[in-house]
């Protein structure tokens, strides 16, 4: 989930702006593989949840049968954690219990603590301290929610009805938030989250950014946090220079220095970003890019997947393929398929970090002059996404259109790297508690663990379908055995690659 626009916001985005033909181009092919239904036709940009569709207005998650209704799968905290193999751990105390994740985004939300109060209650999760009807009085070692408003925090509702360009959408990003601690939540639901919200959009590159950079300094000078999750970015082009980006990157120094994890979303249009004029129609980048901050060196880079496993599966269940509707890609026979909106290529400011100089066999090459993009993966598209509880803050419909009508509160199925990104953050507060100490910056150790052909196998499922194309004219690459430009080296077996990692991170 980028704060630029996705694959299906462009689509009703150009359309509006009288481009349909553009439109037309960019996405055949594409629209019956992860058709958004999520859009705002009043050419907003919004955070890249990439897909999101309400599927109930009931506090009670909606059923299977109802997603499939709209041709989707989706998935709760337990099947998902039976995806990847990660129940073992969570079922004897390996939780996160005891470590803080910090979720980094614009504006937060009014109705935080009661989506997750709302969230925790459908699913029998831990309470939070810090939800709704659970502030005083909370039991010991209960994880905690809470919110860090640094720079002001302005209400989360929609903005006037202008001709701006829509950076302000407040109840988009109000989406966004809930995704980022419920699914954090979901993975690691002993760990403490907190939210940090500042109260300007990223805009591609300058106004918003530097907010969220000095934010997270704040986090590491002042040890709140062991991992960050980062559900934002914008494509290295679209800088005014590679030294106006390097100047954004002193949080992620700190934190390496710190011992804290930064994870990022790859992004959510395959190898098309965007540069950043002009401002209500930015023209596309004319070749394969990736975007910032998941191209840094110092951030490990998430991509995304379709999740072609049982999304009813209780916590015992072991992980199986399951044939899914025709739009999810999950007639492959494989239990996860590389997403196609999952931002990946090669770096054009960053060369390759010597933790990339070995790979496991058969991976794609990285050249020597580029950092390759994305590290790792994890569930992704909506067709295949997970299960959001969200209440629309006052006047917030006018910021989310589900189809050609307003949205309003209740479950939503959503998708993007942005779902990827916090469920990752989930993964290595537990591997923080296997450790007893933090795991820190563990690109090397990733790429350590994958460069043994035995732990690789153990440790991961690697992902050898799918293509990360969503411009016609702008190429894309396949995922492919070892690492690749789609899926990095795949997505975790938790069972063994979270005590590996912990054991890897002396």
């Known amino acids: 989930m980028r704060l630029t626009l996705t694959r299906g916001a462009v689509a009703m985005l150009l359309a509006a702006l009288g481009l349909a ?279 490990t880079s998430v991509g995304g997947t379709y999740l072609c496993t049982d999304p009813n599966a209780p916590q015992t269940q072991s992980r199986t393929y399951l044939a899914g509707p025709p739009t999810s890609r999950c007639n492959a026979g494989k239990a996860e398929v590389g997403w196609v909106g999952s931002g990946g290529g090669f770096s054009h400011v960053f060369s390759r970090p010597s933790f990339q100089n070995t790979l496991p066999a058969g991976s794609t090459p990285i050249p020597a002059s580029q950092r390759g993009v994305p590290d790792i993966a994890l569930q992704a598209s909506a067709t295949t996404g997970a299960l959001v509880y969200l209440t629309l803050p006052p006047d917030g419909n006018s910021g989310l259109i589900c189809g050609s009508t307003p949205c309003s509160t209740g479950w939503y199925d959503i998708g993007g790297t942005s779902l990827s990104s916090p469920e990752w953050a989930g993964l290595v507060a537990i591997a923080d508690q296997i450790k007893g100490s933090n795991v820190g910056f563990m690109n090397q150790k990733l790429y350590d663990l994958a460069a043994n052909a035995a732990t690789y196998a153990s440790d991961f499922f690697d992902v050898t379908t799918g293509n990360n194309q969503t411009d016609p004219s702008i190429p894309g690459y396949n995922a492919g055995t070892g690492w690749d430009p789609v899926t990095g080296l795949g997505t975790p077996n938790a069972a063994t690659l979270l005590p590996a990692l912990a054991a890897a991170s002396g």
Request: glycine share 10%; net charge negative.
């Open 21 to 299: 033909a553009i439109v037309a181009l960019a996405l055949a092919g594409h629209a019956g593989a992860n058709a958004s239904a999520s859009t705002t036709t009043t050419g907003a940009v919004v955070p890249a949840v990439s897909d999101y569709q309400q599927i109930s207005r009931s506090e009670v998650p909606p059923t299977q049968e109802q997603c499939a209704s709209v041709g989707r799968r989706c998935f709760n905290p337990y099947s998902t954690r039976s995806a990847y193999n990660l129940d073992s751990l969570v079922g004897h105390g390996e939780d996160g219990r005891g470590k803080t994740i910090a979720v980094v985004d614009s504006y937060g939300s009014d109705t935080m603590a009661h989506d997750l109060a709302v969230y925790d209650k459908a699913w029998g999760l831990p309470k939070m301290c810090g939800e709704e009807g659970y502030t005083s009085n909370c039991a010991a070692g209960a994880p905690k929610f809470s919110v860090l408003h640094l720079q002001g925090s302005p209400a989360t509702k929609a903005p006037p009805s202008n001709n701006g360009t829509g950076q302000e959408d407040k109840s988009a990003w109000a989406l966004e938030v809930a995704l980022d601690v419920e699914a954090a939540h979901a993975i690691a639901p002993g760990a403490n989250i907190l939210l940090v919200a500042t109260p300007t959009a990223e805009t591609l590159g300058v106004q918003g950014l530097q907010q969220m950079m000095n934010a997270e300094q704040y986090v590491v000078d002042n040890h709140l946090a062991d991992v960050i999750s980062q559900s934002f970015g914008t494509g290295e082009e679209a800088f005014g220079s590679q030294q106006s980006l390097r100047n954004l990157r002193h949080a992620f120094v700190s934190a390496q220095q710190a011992g804290i994890t930064v994870l990022a979303s790859s992004g959510d249009g395959g190898t098309a970003n965007s540069y950043k004029e002009p401002v209500k129609n930015p023209r596309t980048i004319p070749f394969p890019s990736v975007g910032w901050p998941a191209s840094d060196p110092l951030v």
